[in-house]
Structure formats: structure tokens, C-alpha cells
């Protein structure tokens, strides 16, 4: 009775504040346009996405039956972390089940106790989690300030130093100065582990990443998903060779998961070939991100996800709900979801979107938008 008291409180302090969360399924023939979800390239619905996972799932089977290390190593995952690894210009690349995973695994196993983890303020919540487990010393510094990241490496002493940024940030929508830190990093000795979860298919030269655009740089390791733009699920490691083979051996969330599944891992591997064939894909977000970030007075993005403060967490919820009624899904973040405390409409610029329905999502959002803050 003592902890279902406790859960009751939590629930009613919950909705008290109007963050209480529940869970609505989508139905397969949803007509409600999706400015929600992180499918940027519209590429999970793409024919030669579908029909390479159903084949996987055919020949393989539905799951990878063991962990890499045991059986679950196919000779998907091998395509998928070559290709992966040539369209970002890294060395090499390991495949894991989720983005989740990518980033624990890449952080417990580089930092511990004789290290020092030097974090942004708005990491996404898997490197907080990744930097906690590490048991290494963490010194949070402010958003995308690239003097506190100076001075905390130059105080770091002999400590070997790990730095944590986003390129493209997951609520806010603003990108890191990815190439100023990789040369404090580099001056310091230190690496810079960059999350490319909301960069890769949409930021830099053809969606290759802004990690792409530094070229060769050791010191820099990157991660990714294939569930954003490329419409699928798992995540990736990617930076030197060496850096491959000490994750095989060191990563615990790599070493004791069970294997991506074949399916999951065909469909990534065909949408990164899509985005290699069609570079006008991640025009295309670009192009409908600066339009829309304009229509709602917000700071535009270099990738695909903006993000509209609102003046209460009720007032999100309300304005997202104005949104479904109108036929357009948007994300809603609320504390403790979002960095800064700001309850935020998130919504996200989508490539496969017919032009009709872009224009009309943006018609209503504008008119949303504009009533909510008016209101404020």
C-alpha cells in the first residue's frame, strides 16, 4: 500500500502541473499529416525501403537470434556499417540496436573514473545516462560555449577528457559549433564525441553529417541512428578502425544486446542508399524548414526539427491538440523533456510530404501559433 500511495501522488502531482503523459497508438491508415515524428526524409514508407526489410525478414527470419559476438552478426550489418561508414568519411562503423545504445555504449567504454566527461547543458538524455554509468568525473558546461569547454579541458590536468555535444540538437533545433570544438578538443588532447541522431540524412554536404565536414580527425567520434532519417530503427558508432575494435571488446550495451534484427537493418541500409542516390532529399527539408521557420517567427534549423516556445505546459497541449483537430500532428515537450524548462511545440520539416498538404500544415500551424502567443 506504501508505494501505490506514493504512485497515486505522483500521478496527481503530475497532472496538477499538466505533465502527465499517456500513450495514443496510431492506427496504420492515420490520414493526420506528421510533423511529429522524426521520419524527416519520409523514407520508412519508401517502396524500396519496405521491400528490402520484408526480404530480410523472409530470408533471415523476424529476429538476429543472439548478440553480435554470439550468431547475430549477418552479413547485413557488415554492408550497412561499410556504407555507413564511406558516406560519413569515417574509418569504420559499428552497427548497434538503437541510438541509445550508440552513445552508451561509445561513452561507459572510452571514459571512467580517470576521465573527465565535459558535457553541453542540452545533451540528449542517453549521453547523461552514458556519462552516469561511466562513473567518470562530469562537468556540465553552458550551451554550446566553446570558452567553458576550453577552460575545463585546460583545468582537466593529465586526465584523459571526453567532450559531449549534439550537431543538431533534438528540441531546440540549433546546431553545435562541431568545428571550433573539434580544434579545442584537439589542442587539448581530448576527444569530442559528437551525436549525429538529428544531423545524419539532413545536415551537411548530401546529409552526410556536419562530423563529415572535418575530414579526417581521429579525435572525433560520432554517433547516429537509422531511426530519423533513414526511417528504420538501430544506431552506430563511427570513427577509427581502432575505435571499432575497442567498442567490440569494451561496450557492454553492444556486447550483451541482442543483434539488431534483419529486417530494421535492411530497411536503414536501403534508405542510406536513397539519400546517396538523392541528394535533393535533404534540399527539400531545408528548403520547407527555412519556410516554415519563417511562417512561425522561429529561428530556423540546419536540420529538420523546430521548436516554438509556449507560455504553459497546458498551453502546448492545448495548442497541439488545436493542431490534431485540423489534421496536423505535432510534438508537444514539456518539463523534464525539454533543456531549458520551456514547454515548446516541436515540430519537424518532412521531405515526403506531397506539396499540398506541407502548405496546408503550415497554414494551420501559422494560425495556431499566432493565437497562442498573442494569448501569452
Known sequence: ?????????????????????????????????????????????HPDVRTAAAEAA?????????????????????????????????????????????????????????????????VHASLIDAARLSRAAVEVVPHNDVDAVRTALAEAGARRAVVLT?????????????AELADVCAEH??????????????AGTGGRGLVSELGEAPHVVMTATSSKSLGAMGGAVLGSAELVDHLINRARPFIFDTALAPAPTAGALAALRLVRRHPELPERVHRRTAQLAHRLGTPRSAGAVLSVPM???RGALAAQAEAHDAGVRVGCFRPPSVPD????????????????????????LAGIVDRHQEEA
Request: aromatic share 4%; proline share 2%; hydrophobic share 45%.
Open 311 to 313: 507560455p504553459t505546459p
Open 341 to 364: 524548462e520551456v514547454s515548446r511545440l516541436r515540430i519537424t520539416s518532412q521531405a515526403g510530404l506531397s506539396d499540398d498538404a506541407w502548405a496546408h500544415a503550415v497554414e494551420v
Open 166 to 178: 549534439e550537431s543538431v540538437y533534438s528540441v531546440l533545433g540549433d546546431v553545435a559549433p562541431v
Open 1 to 45: 500500500m506504501r508505494w501505490q500511495a506514493w504512485l497515486a501522488e505522483q500521478r496527481e502531482a503530475r497532472e496538477q502541473a499538466g505533465l502527465q503523459r499517456v500513450l495514443r497508438p496510431r492506427s496504420a491508415g492515420d490520414d493526420v499529416i506528421d510533423l511529429a515524428g522524426n521520419d524527416y526524409l519520409g523514407l520508412s514508407a
Open 189 to 202: 588532447g581530448a576527444l569530442l564525441l559528437v551525436d549525429e541522431a538529428h544531423g545524419l540524412g539532413v
Open 58 to 122: 523472409r530470408v533471415w527470419g523476424a529476429g538476429s537470434g543472439a548478440s553480435r559476438l554470439v550468431t547475430g552478426t549477418t552479413t547485413l550489418h557488415g554492408e550497412l556499417e561499410d556504407e555507413l561508414a564511406a558516406f560519413t568519411g569515417r574509418e569504420a562503423a559499428l552497427v548497434l540496436s538503437t541510438g541509445y545504445h550508440a552513445n552508451l555504449s561509445a561513452v561507459t567504454a572510452l571514459a571512467d573514473r580517470d576521465c573527465l566527461i565535459v558535457s553541453d547543458a542540452h
